[in-house]
C-alpha cells in the first residue's frame, strides 16, 4: 500500500498521559502536514513540516503539543499531559516536493480518546 | 473574515437522483479549490480540484464541480447518485501565498436512500 499510513488507528489514553501518533507519508513524498476533526467540525490545520523542519505550525496549540518529522522514519505527533478536550480525530496528509503543496493526501488518521 | 461554508450539513436524496453540494468561500485572493469525501470511520480521499484554467473540473467517481468567481463558489454535482455515495463531503480552499494550510468546511452529510 502507497499511501499515508498512520498508527496507531485508536488510541485510548488517561488524563494526564502522553500521546504519540505517528505518521508515514506517501512513498516519494517528502512534506507532512498534521489536522485534527473535532466532533461535528471540519479538518483544522496544525502543522506542516518538512524533513528535519517546521514550515508552519500556526495551527498547533501553544502547550502540550509538538510535532517532529525526523531524516529517519515517520513524522510524529505528541500530546503531552493529554485532556479530555484533546479528544479528536488526528489526520495526517503528504505531498509531494515544492509547486505541489497543495494536492494532499490524507492517511485514515489516528482517533483519541481521552478518558 | 476568511472562511469556507457548506450551507447544508445534511442532504438526503434518492439513489439515481441527480445530487449537488454547495460551497462558498471568502478569500481575497485567488483559491486553490477542493472536494474531498469522507466514509464513517475512514480517512479523506481526494475527490477532485481546482488550481486554473477551465473552471468545470471533473474527478473520480463521476463527481464534478464548477468555480464560479463570481459568486465564490465550487459547487459539486453529480448527475445519478449512487447508494455508495453517501458519506461526508468536505470542501477545502488553499490559498496562494498564505501558507500551505487547507481550509476545510464543516462538511456535508449526505445520505441515499433506495
Known amino acids: 500500500n502507497a499511501g499515508v499510513m498512520q498508527n496507531p488507528r485508536h488510541l485510548v489514553r488517561r488524563r494526564g498521559q502522553e500521546a504519540r501518533l505517528r505518521c508515514s507519508p506517501m512513498?516519494?513524498?517528502?512534506?507532512v502536514y498534521w489536522y485534527r476533526q473535532l466532533p461535528e467540525e471540519g479538518l483544522k490545520f496544525m502543522v506542516y513540516l518538512q524533513k528535519e523542519n517546521i514550515i508552519d505550525e500556526s495551527g498547533m496549540p501553544k502547550e502540550r503539543f509538538s510535532a517532529e518529522f525526523p531524516k529517519e522514519g515517520p513524522s510524529i505527533l505528541r500530546i503531552q499531559q493529554v485532556v479530555r478536550g484533546d479528544s479528536a480525530a488526528y489526520f495526517c496528509?503528504?505531498?509531494?516536493?515544492?509547486?505541489?503543496?497543495?494536492?494532499?493526501?490524507f492517511g485514515p488518521g489516528t482517533r483519541l480518546t481521552v478518558t | 473574515a476568511q472562511s469556507v461554508t457548506q450551507p447544508d450539513i445534511h442532504i438526503t436524496v434518492s439513489e439515481g437522483a441527480s445530487l449537488e453540494l454547495r460551497c462558498n468561500y471568502s478569500?481575497?485572493?485567488?483559491?486553490?479549490l477542493f472536494w474531498y469525501v469522507q466514509s464513517p470511520g475512514q480517512g479523506l480521499q481526494l475527490l477532485l480540484k481546482?488550481?486554473?484554467?477551465?473552471?468545470l473540473v471533473q474527478g473520480i467517481k463521476g463527481f464534478e464541480a464548477e468555480f464560479k468567481r463570481s459568486q465564490s463558489s465550487f459547487n459539486l454535482r453529480k448527475p445519478s447518485v449512487h447508494w455508495s455515495d453517501a458519506a461526508e463531503y468536505f470542501c477545502?480552499?488553499?490559498?496562494?501565498?498564505?501558507?500551505?494550510?487547507?481550509?476545510f468546511g464543516k462538511g456535508t452529510s449526505l445520505l441515499v436512500t433506495p
Open positions: 477545502a480552499v488553499g490559498v496562494r501565498n498564505s501558507g500551505y494550510a487547507l481550509n
Open positions: 478569500y481575497g485572493a485567488t483559491p486553490y
Open positions: 481546482y488550481f486554473s484554467g477551465d473552471t
Open positions: 496528509a503528504s505531498s509531494q516536493t515544492s509547486g505541489y503543496e497543495y494536492e494532499q493526501y
Open positions: 512513498k516519494g513524498h517528502s512534506h
